[in-house]
């Protein structure tokens, strides 16, 4: 069995920043792209960032110039350093990852984390 953590989310005004993290544990074997959504309330889930196994880096144009996708391969953790905070950013903060499971990573298991809720007031 394998999971995604997040944490690191909360409160912060307007202009803070936040390090959001996310780690896979379990019988991980190796962790393959790995991203960021988040949703607000009555709204549907929206890709933030994602950092491909290659190196490559998405972001949604909302978040271009703020928001920073890294990861680090030994620890399987992604994270999202967010900076600029403005309210509209508010919502839950989810990780998305494919995770390679089993002795030799032969199984493959898309994975969502619980998510994370990111408050940003005026």
């Known amino acids: 069995q394998v999971q995604l953590v997040e944490s690191g989310g909360g409160l912060v005004q307007a202009g803070g920043s936040l390090r959001l993290s996310c780690a896979a544990s379990?019988?991980?074997?190796?962790?393959?792209?790995m991203g960021w959504y988040r949703q607000e309330p009555g709204k549907q889930r929206e890709l933030v960032a994602t950092?491909?196994?290659?190196?490559?880096?998405h972001y949604a144009d909302s978040v271009k110039g703020r928001f920073t996708i890294s990861r680090d391969n030994a620890k399987n953790t992604v994270y999202l350093q967010m900076n600029s905070l403005e309210p509209e950013d508010t919502a839950v903060y989810y990780c998305?990852?494919?995770?390679?499971?089993?002795?030799?990573?032969?199984?493959?298991?898309?994975?969502w984390g619980r998510g994370t809720r990111v408050t940003v007031s005026a």
């Open positions: 998305v990852s494919n995770i390679y499971t089993g002795d030799y990573g032969e199984r493959t298991v898309g994975s």
């Open positions: 379990g019988r991980v074997f190796s962790v393959g792209a």
């Open positions: 950092f491909t196994t290659g190196g490559s880096t």
